[in-house]
C-alpha cells in the first residue's frame, strides 16, 4: 500500500475542530481535536466519540472522571486552538486565560463556542497509542457564531507564526504513534471514585 497516498486520503475525514474540556480533583484542562464523530442519529440517544492520545493530561483526566464536554468552535475562535491545542496542561494552567464555568462533575464549559455538549464516558476502545471514548451526551448548550471551524479551514486560515509548531507536534505524534500501534486491550471500567 502506497501509505502516503492513503494518509492524504484518510485528511478528507474532515471533522469539525472541537475543543475538548476535563476536570478531575480539582484540576481542569482543555485541549482541540479534529477527531470527534457523531455516534447517534436518535435524538433520544444523542452520543459524541472522540480519540485521544495516550500522552495528553486531557486523556488521564476524563479517563479518571469519566466525562468530558466537547466544544464545537466558530471560526472567530482560532485564538482558542493556539491556546489549547499546542502545548500540554502538564506544562501549563491552560484554562486560566480563557473564560469558562463549570458544568457537571466540574468540567469546564467554555465561555465562548458554537456549541457546548456534556458527555458522561459509556464505553472505550484501546488503539494502542490512543482512546477512544464513546460518550452519552447530557447536556447541550447553545453558544454564539455562525460558521463552525473545521480542519479544512484550519488548515487553510493557520497563522504562519504557528505552522512549525504544529508540524512539529504533529511529528512528534506521528512518531510515537508508529511506535505503539500494537493495540493494549486496555479496559476502563467506570471513574475513579
Ligand atoms: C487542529 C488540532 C487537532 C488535534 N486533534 C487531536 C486529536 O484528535 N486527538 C488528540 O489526542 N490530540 C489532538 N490534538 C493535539 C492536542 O490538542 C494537543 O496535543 C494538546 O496540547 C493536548 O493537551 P493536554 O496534554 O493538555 O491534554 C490536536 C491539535 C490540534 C491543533
Redesign the pocket.
Known sequence: MNTDAAYELLRQFASP?VAITSHWQGRS?G?????AVRASISPRVPRLS????KW???HELIWRSGRFTMHLLHQKQLEV?HQ???????DQD?MAAIGHRPGAGGVPILAECYAAFECRVINTMDTGY?THFLGDVTETHRGGGSEILT?PW?RQNLPAEWREA?LA?YRHAQEYIDGHAAIQDIRWTGPER
Not at 31 to 35: A, G, L, N, P, T
Not at 84 to 90: D, N, P, Q, T
Open positions: 475542530v484542562n485541549m482541540i481535536s479534529d477527531s472522540v480519540y485521544i492520545h495528553h493530561l486531557s486552538v489549547l491545542g499546542f502545548i500540554s496542561g502538564r491552560k490512543a480542519a484550519l504544529f507536534n
